[in-house]
Nanobody, 126 residues
Framework: EVQLVESGGGLVQAGDSLRLSCAAS????????IGWFRQAPGKEREGVSC????????YYADSVKGRFTISSDNAKNTVYLQMNSLKPEDTAVYYC???????????????????WGKGTLVTVSS
């Protein structure tokens, strides 16, 4: 059974940090790009960051560039999203997603995704 399980969300104040984790199982981790998407209330789901094991590429949305860092521990089949200098506009449900054979030289799009996690809520208070 394929599973992507997110953890690490919570309520923090503006300027604080959080680290999200995405633990993957049930598929060959190295064959997939793993991305983070987020969806704020009343807004569409947007791609935040992505990492590809196949070519080592990473992607960051402009809104998080310089503040968020994505990394992967392939031995643990886990991807992390370190989020620093959090802002109230970062408040959203954060979803982990897997896309077969994808590079992260360009952002992942909804149509690219083969598997989704159930999400973890990040709330940043001002």
């Amino acid at each position: 059974e394929v599973q992507l399980v997110e953890s690490g969300g919570g309520l923090v104040q503006a300027g604080d940090s959080l680290r999200l984790s995405c633990a993957a199982s049930g598929f060959t981790f190295d064959d997939y790009a793993i991305g983070w998407f987020r969806q704020a209330p009343g807004k569409e789901r947007e791609g935040v960051s992505c990492i590809s094991s196949s070519d080592g590429s990473t992607y960051y949305a402009d809104s998080v560039k310089g503040r968020f860092t994505i990394s992967s521990d392939n031995a643990k089949n886990t991807v992390y999203l370190q989020m620093n200098s959090l802002k109230p506009e970062d408040t959203a449900v954060y979803y982990c997603a897997a896309a077969y054979g994808s590079s992260c030289l360009e952002p992942l799009y909804y149509i690219d995704i083969d598997y989704w996690g159930k999400g973890t809520l990040v709330t940043v208070s001002s």
